[in-house]
């Protein structure tokens, strides 16, 4: 219990800190609303007993106008408190929301591997939404209402001590009489929902595999399967719908009875002249006035009963740190930078090892061309120079630093990278360049987009950079996507570039296109080259040849090509023989390499 104290504490300092003249004012307005809603009835009473004494008309009208002026300021402030309260929710949960986004997006690779985005999105913003009214209401709704409950009960034992006992009783006895018949509403309801889901999943499962239940003649069978889930469905919902108004039956009738019981007190107590018939009314509203708070602080804590569930999710992952943090900021210098693997090995799951004892050096400026079929571990080791990864054993070093030394953000400015799968956003064309920084210019851009001769392209789209890109890039050819993300690369200017190159097929103009901007991206850069293609093999300096995670063949492009014992040899005179078209090549170099390596 104490634990989860500190938990709420904990939270509710967080995000209400910065919000605590807000919350005040709340806090003011909520005190009002129930100080006015307890002297209310004491004008009525006033005007009843005052009546009954013969007063003059001019002070019965005053304080009936006093009493239509003090229920419209009430409603008012009730009106405000309101707003602000849902304000105050929804200004924390959003900010508890863009905490958990930042946290999981620093969050390391093996993490999102094992939770899917689905499950994240029920993490942070289902379960914070759970929070919004335990940001907003809880504490000054209980606290609120709980000093309403004492405020009534403290009037009420100031009529007459007999009605004080009875009411204390009575409230307490309503407390707890409320909690157990709620308790076995939710039971119902909570059975009834399974019931529902395993209904919505039967039929979803069902409905996919339409053609092979129908092919193996199990339309019966399903058929029966979902009469009886049905008849379950049926049976559940009544009996916790049953329930339901059982339990707002027993609430009126627990009510109907405080009523009697007041109304009764009331008129005993008047039959005796121990009190005035305006207290008699006094009584019996304040009585009315019992069932809302204690209504309310059941919802609030039926709430955190419900809120404590996310609160503990959430937690959970805020607690998980990345393994792969910071460095502690050593300076890279702008330009091409030489890259270093010092026999680095690298397992994803500690056991099956993917790389082993891998090293190359690469001068400043320098291109590597990585080869390997299908599996050997080349994305990997790209993987590994942004820290997406750390290597089990062994260092990177970029100029002579090893990467661990670096922030992060100052890695990955200094490395770019253009994988095989572009990922392109719904936003504009400017903002997928740009990844929404604002400093950098539309010039700069016009310049990147009109070295890779894409800005004719631009030109042409209905808004120009402004155009939307449609959700994971399907508005935009496989070639376009390719060259967005070279000038993606540009628009950073990287010293080191890793480029993923796409094995897919593309028209031989997109192709030329795409050439000529590799080109232009390895002039005056490091790169490492994970190449399918003849021609960009061609570019690199160094080849290095990856089977099953260990380096089979390394050296100078140059040497290795004419030497007729080596495998990129082999790889080449193969490749050459063939009479391939510009479109045939990469698919002819693909199988040649499946075929030699
Ligand atoms: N996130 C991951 N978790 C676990 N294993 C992985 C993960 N990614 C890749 N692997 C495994 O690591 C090995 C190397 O994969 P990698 O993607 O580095 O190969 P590759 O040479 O780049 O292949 P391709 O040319 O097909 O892209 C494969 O056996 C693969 O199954």
Do not use: C
Not at 120 to 141: K, W
Not at 287 to 297: D, H, N, R, S
Not at 301 to 325: F, G, H, M
Not at 355 to 368: E, N, T, W, Y
Request: no cysteine; net charge negative; glycine share 8%.
């Amino acid at each position: 219990m104490d634990a989860q104290f500190r938990r709420y504490w904990r939270l509710l300092t967080t995000y209400l800190k910065p919000q605590r003249g807000r919350v005040l004012l709340l806090t003011i307005l909520l005190f009002i609303n129930i100080g006015l809603q307890l002297v209310n009835p004491q004008i009525i009473r006033g005007v009843i007993d005052a009546t009954q004494a013969g007063s003059a008309l001019p002070l019965l009208l005053t304080a009936a106008g006093l009493f239509i002026v003090l229920s419209v300021v009430q409603r008012i402030i009730a009106f405000v408190s309101t707003y602000m309260a849902s304000n105050i929710g929804w200004t924390a949960t959003n900010a508890l929301r863009a905490d958990m986004t930042l946290h999981s997006l620093q969050l390391d690779m093996p993490f999102h591997k094992t939770h899917t985005p689905g499950e994240l999105i029920e993490r942070i913003d289902d379960d914070v939404t759970a929070q919004a009214n335990f940001f907003s209401q809880f504490t000054i709704n209980v606290a609120g209402n709980g000093l309403l409950i004492l405020g009534l009960l403290v009037l009420l034992w100031r009529e007459d001590w007999r009605i004080g006992i009875g009411f204390v009783l009575y409230t307490v006895l309503v407390f707890f009489a409320l909690r157990t018949i709620q308790g076995i509403a939710v039971r119902r309801w909570t059975a009834q929902r399974e019931v529902t889901a395993d209904y919505y999943g039967f039929l979803e499962e069902h409905i996919t595999g339409t053609e092979d239940i129908r092919a193996n003649g199990a339309v019966p069978y399903v058929t029966q399967r979902l009469f009886t889930l049905m008849r379950r469905m049926l049976e559940t919902t009544v009996g916790a719908q049953l329930v339901s108004n059982l339990t707002v039956f027993s609430i009126n009738a627990l009510y109907a009875i405080g009523y009697t019981f007041g109304l009764a007190l009331g008129a005993w107590l008047y039959s005796q002249h121990q009190i005035s018939i305006g207290t008699a009314y006094l009584l019996v509203f304040y009585i009315g006035m019992l069932a809302q708070p204690l209504e309310i602080i059941r919802e609030q804590v039926k709430d955190l009963q419900e809120a404590t569930a996310s609160i503990e999710r959430v937690e959970a992952l805020l607690n998980i740190e990345p393994q792969i943090q910071d460095g502690p900021g050593a300076a890279l210098s702008r330009g091409s930078l030489a890259v270093a693997f010092q026999a680095v090995s690298f397992s994803y799951d500690q056991e099956t090892p993917i790389l082993q004892d891998i090293s190359f050096q690469l001068q400043p400026g320098q291109v590597l061309g990585l080869l390997g079929r299908t599996g050997s571990g080349k994305t990997t080791l790209a993987r590994l120079l942004f820290r997406l990864y750390d290597p089990t054993e062994g260092t990177i070093n970029l100029d002579g630093v090893d990467i661990r030394q670096l922030t992060l953000t100052a890695l990955r400015e200094h490395v770019g990278m253009v994988t095989q799968d572009v990922q392109l956003f719904h936003a504009s064309i400017r903002d997928n360049l740009t990844f929404f920084k604002q400093s950098i210019s539309d010039a700069q851009i016009e310049q990147v987009l009109r070295e890779l001769d894409l800005w004719r392209w631009v030109e042409a789209q209905p808004q120009g950079l402004d155009t939307y890109v449609a959700a994971g890039g399907k508005s935009l050819s496989a070639g376009e996507g390719q060259l967005l993300a070279f000038a993606r690369v540009f628009l950073k200017d990287p010293g080191l570039v890793v480029l993923d190159e796409a094995s897919s097929r593309l028209d031989p103009a997109t192709e030329h296109r795409l050439e000529q901007a590799v080109d232009r991206l390895l002039q005056q850069r490091t790169g490492i080259v994970i190449a399918h293609r003849l021609q960009t093999v061609q570019r690199a300096d160094v080849i290095m040849l990856l089977e099953e995670g260990r380096v089979v063949e390394y050296g100078p492009r140059a040497a290795l090509a004419s030497d007729p014992h080596s495998r990129f040899y082999s790889l080449l005179q193969t490749g050459l023989e063939n009479p391939a078209t510009d479109s045939q090549e990469s698919d002819v170099v693909a199988q040649n390499m499946k075929e030699v390596l």
